[in-house]
C-alpha cells in the first residue's frame, strides 16, 4: 500500500499503529533476549541448591545460612557484579542480636513496685539498675516531651499516639518516641499500655520470649507498664522512680547480607539505582518432624519462600551484568526476613549506596499461587511504573495483577516496607495470588513448600517477567515515583526533596 495516496488523517492513524506495533515488538524482542540468555536449566539451578535439604531451611540463626550466603556471592562474582564500597567482598556482615529478656527486675516509682514479667515489660535495653526523677508527658509526642521538661528524667507517657489504634501501629512507633525523648536529654521511656484490642497477656508473652534484633545505637531503656492509673501520682514534681533488670541474657550471631552492582550505560541516569532485591533466609528446621502429604519431613525448604526470589535476582545479575540498562542496578539478598525483615532494616539504616540516589526496589517475596496466569504485584497501582511492570508481564503472557486483598497488609509485611519508609517506591513482586485462602496456605510457611511440587514453566515466566520489569523501568527516560496521596509519599519528598 502507497501511503502517498492517503489521507493526512489516516497516514496519522497508520502512524501510531506502527508506533504501537513497534512499541508491542520492542517488548517482544527483549523478551526474547531474557529467554534466550536464561535457559531454564541454568536460570533454575539456583531454586534447586537454594531450596535443598542440605542448606537446612536456610534459618537465619543456623550455620547453614551462611553456605547460602556464600552461593549467592559466589554467583555475584561470577556473573561479574560489581562489589559496594563499604561491603566486605559480596558482604554486607552485622551481627543480630538475640535477647533473653529479664524475668525478674522491678520498677518503682509513686510508692508502688512493679515486677518485670507480671505488670511491666522492657521494649528496648538491657541489664539496668538506676534511679531519676520522674516526669509524665501525656503522649510523649515532641510538644509534651518539651512542655514537661525531660532533661534528665525518667519519662513516662501513654502508648502510641493520641490517634494510634492498633497495637502493631503503637509498636511502630517506639522508635520514633524513644529517639524525641533521647534527643531531648530523658534517660528512659515507660510508656503505659492502652488495650487497642490486644490483651496484656499477650504482649507479656512476647516481649517476654527470647527474639532476634539488631542491635541498635539507641540504647534508651523502655518499658511497657500495665498501670494506666499511675498517670495521676505522677502529675507533682519530685517522685523518683528506679529501674533494676539484672538477669538479661544476650547472645550475638553473624548475619549477611549479599549485595553488587552493574553500572547503568546512561552518562546520566547511572547515578540513579534500581535495587532488584529478595530475601535469601527461610525458617531453618521445624523442632519436630511432621507428616505431610504422606512424608514426614522437617525441612521447610521455602522453594517458593524465596528461593525462587532469590533466583530471580541471579539471573537477572547474570542478565544485567551482561546487558547494562541505562540505570545502574543494585542487586540484594537479604537474610533475617522471616525473624522480622531484620536484614532489609539493616542495609535500609546502613546503606552501601545512599539511598536518595535509590530511585525504585523491586522486591520479590512469595507466599505460594493459585493462579498461574498472573503475577501479583503488591503495590500495583501506587507507583508510576506501572506500565513498565505490566508490558514487561504480557510479554511473558502473564497479567500483572494488584494485590487482591489488601486487607492482609502485604506490603508492609515483607523487605520492600523499610525501603518504602525511607521514600523509596519499592512494590513486591509475587507469584499468582488471587485469595490468602487455603490453597496458598497449603503452602505457604509448610514442609511441602518443594521444588517438586513447583510449576517450572510458571516460575520461569515469573522470573524473566520480573528481569524485563526491571529493565524497563531501569531504561525508562521518566523516573517512576510514588502515585501522589501514597502513605509513603511524604518520606520520598524528605529523601529526594521536591
Ligand atoms: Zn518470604
Known amino acids: 500500500m502507497n501511503?502517498?495516496?492517503?489521507?493526512?488523517?489516516?497516514?496519522?492513524?497508520?502512524?501510531?499503529m506502527s508506533f504501537f506495533t513497534l512499541a508491542v515488538s520492542g517488548q517482544e524482542k527483549a523478551a526474547l533476549e531474557i529467554s534466550h540468555s536464561n535457559p531454564p536449566s541454568e536460570a533454575l539451578a539456583p531454586l534447586r541448591f537454594l531450596a535443598a535439604d542440605e542448606l537446612m531451611g536456610r534459618g537465619t540463626m543456623r550455620s547453614e545460612i551462611h553456605i547460602a550466603a556464600r552461593y549467592v556471592s559466589e554467583e555475584f562474582r561470577a556473573a561479574g557484579l560489581r562489589t559496594c564500597q563499604g561491603a566486605n567482598d559480596y558482604f554486607q556482615s552485622f551481627d543480630i542480636k538475640s535477647q533473653v529478656p529479664?524475668?525478674?527486675?522491678?520498677?518503682k516509682m509513686a510508692g508502688k513496685s512493679y515486677t518485670i514479667g507480671n505488670e511491666v515489660v522492657e521494649i528496648n535495653g538491657d541489664n539496668l539498675t538506676f534511679s531519676a526523677p520522674v516526669v509524665y508527658a501525656g503522649f510523649g509526642t515532641?510538644?509534651?516531651?518539651?512542655?514537661?521538661g525531660v532533661q534528665g528524667k525518667i519519662?513516662?507517657?501513654?502508648?502510641?499516639?493520641s490517634d494510634t489504634s492498633k497495637i502493631n501501629e503503637a509498636f511502630h512507633d517506639v522508635d520514633l518516641k524513644r529517639k524525641m525523648v533521647k534527643d531531648r536529654g530523658g534517660v528512659a521511656l515507660i510508656e503505659l499500655y492502652r488495650p487497642m484490642g490486644f490483651p496484656w497477656s499477650g504482649i507479656v508473652r512476647f516481649l517476654s520470649s527470647e527474639r532476634p534484633e539488631i542491635e541498635n545505637s539507641d540504647k534508651l531503656p523502655e518499658l511497657l507498664l500495665n498501670d494506666s492509673l499511675v498517670a495521676s501520682k505522677l502529675q507533682g514534681q519530685g517522685t523518683i522512680g528506679?529501674?533494676?533488670?539484672?538477669?538479661?541474657?544476650?547472645?550475638?550471631?553473624?548475619?549477611?547480607?549479599?549485595?553488587g552492582w552493574v553500572e547503568g550505560s546512561d552518562p546520566k541516569l547511572k547515578d540513579e539505582f534500581i535495587v532488584l532485591?529478595?530475601?535469601?533466609?527461610?525458617?531453618?528446621?521445624?523442632?519436630?518432624?511432621?507428616?505431610e502429604e504422606g512424608k514426614m519431613d522437617s525441612i521447610y525448604n521455602g522453594a517458593r519462600d524465596n528461593a525462587l526470589g532469590t533466583t530471580a535476582v541471579i539471573d537477572a545479575a547474570r542478565y544485567f551484568a551482561k546487558h547494562p540498562p541505562k540505570r545502574s542496578i543494585l542487586f540484594i539478598a537479604y537474610t533475617g526476613e522471616e525473624i522480622g525483615e531484620i536484614g532489609s532494616k539493616y542495609f535500609s539504616e546502613h546503606p552501601l549506596v545512599p539511598l536518595r540516589q535509590i530511585v525504585y526496589n523491586l522486591n520479590i517475596d512469595n507466599a505460594s499461587y493459585d493462579d498461574t496466569t498472573i503475577v501479583t504485584v503488591v503495590g500495583l497501582g501506587r507507583t508510576t511504573a506501572d506500565a513498565d511492570i505490566k508490558k514487561a508481564c504480557a510479554a511473558f503472557q502473564v497479567t500483572a495483577m494488584p494485590d487482591l486483598e489488601p486487607e492482609q497488609?502485604?506490603?508492609d509485611r515483607s523487605d520492600n516496607v523499610n525501603l518504602a519508609e525511607k521514600g523509596i517506591p519499592a512494590p513486591t513482586f509475587s507469584l499468582g495470588m488471587r485469595k490468602f485462602d487455603a490453597e496458598i496456605n497449603k503452602r505457604y510457611h509448610q514442609l511441602s513448600d518443594e521444588v517438586g511440587n513447583l510449576n517450572l514453566s510458571?516460575?520461569?515466566?515469573?522470573?524473566?517477567?520480573?528481569?524485563?520489569?526491571?529493565?524497563?523501568?531501569?531504561?525508562?527516560?521518566?523516573?517512576?515515583?510514588?502515585?501522589?496521596?501514597?502513605?509513603y509519599e511524604a518520606a520520598a519528598k524528605t529523601l529526594y526533596g521536591n
Request: with cysteine; proline share 4%.
Open 409 to 411: 497488609d502485604l506490603f
Open 142 to 148: 515532641g510538644e509534651d516531651l518539651d512542655k514537661a
Open 242 to 259: 528506679s529501674i533494676d533488670i539484672t538477669d538479661v541474657v544476650n547472645t550475638y550471631t553473624p548475619a549477611e547480607n549479599v549485595l
Open 102 to 107: 529479664s524475668k525478674m527486675g522491678t520498677l
Open 277 to 291: 532485591s529478595a530475601h535469601y533466609d527461610h525458617l531453618g528446621v521445624a523442632k519436630k518432624p511432621k507428616m
Open 458 to 487: 510458571y516460575c520461569m515466566k515469573f522470573i524473566n517477567s520480573f528481569i524485563l520489569s526491571a529493565e524497563n523501568i531501569a531504561n525508562d527516560q521518566t523516573r517512576p515515583v510514588w502515585i501522589p496521596g501514597d502513605k
Open 3 to 16: 501511503i502517498v495516496r492517503l489521507s493526512s488523517r489516516k497516514t496519522a492513524i497508520i502512524g501510531f
Open 155 to 161: 519519662v513516662v507517657a501513654k502508648m502510641g499516639f
